[in-house]
């Protein structure tokens, strides 16, 4: 079967940066994500550390949380997971552990993102890649910390 063209990186990356707005509009820093299988989305997450007082609620742990709670497993070799931006190094750790099938993200994170100390945090089967909508969820995000700083 042929995948549709509906469901391409960027259409999923799109359904990520949706969740990184409702975070937006919560105050939250707007960093979203998105876990599918089987060109299904099986969990919506965005970030919650405010909301929850919770300094892991990271959009990426409760995506990979609610993921294993549907699929009844702690590994997600066949996920996908797409991030508005790049995982940090507890988020990459988790991906880690849960063997994560691929990771996409949006924006790179130059100052708390994973890849500063090494693309090697990822499990050796994981697929990642970066940049994708980029422009889209660095916007987000500076939007967010001008009206921050206003």
């Not at 063209?5 to 994500?33: N, R």
């Not at 549907?70 to 880690?96: F, H, I, N």
């Not at 500063?116 to 940049?131: M, V």
Request: charged share 25%; with cysteine.
């Amino acid at each position: 079967m042929v995948e549709p063209e509906i469901f391409s990186h960027e259409y999923w990356m799109q359904e990520a940066l949706k969740q990184a707005q409702i975070a937006y509009e919560e105050g939250e820093i707007p960093v979203g994500a998105v876990m599918v299988v089987k060109n299904r989305i099986i969990a919506k997450a965005y970030n919650q550390t405010e909301k929850l007082t919770d300094v892991t609620a990271h959009a990426e742990i409760l995506a990979i949380t609610a993921a294993e709670n549907t699929l009844g497993s702690k590994y997600l070799t066949e996920c996908r997971l797409y991030v508005t931006l790049e995982p940090c190094v507890m988020c990459a750790g988790a991906a880690y552990w849960a063997q994560l099938g691929e990771l996409h993200y949006g924006a790179a994170d130059p100052k708390r993102g994973f890849t500063r100390l090494g693309s090697n945090l990822l499990h050796p089967k994981t697929k990642s890649s970066r940049g994708l909508l980029e422009d889209k969820s660095k916007n987000l995000l500076q939007a967010f910390f001008k009206n921050l700083r206003n």
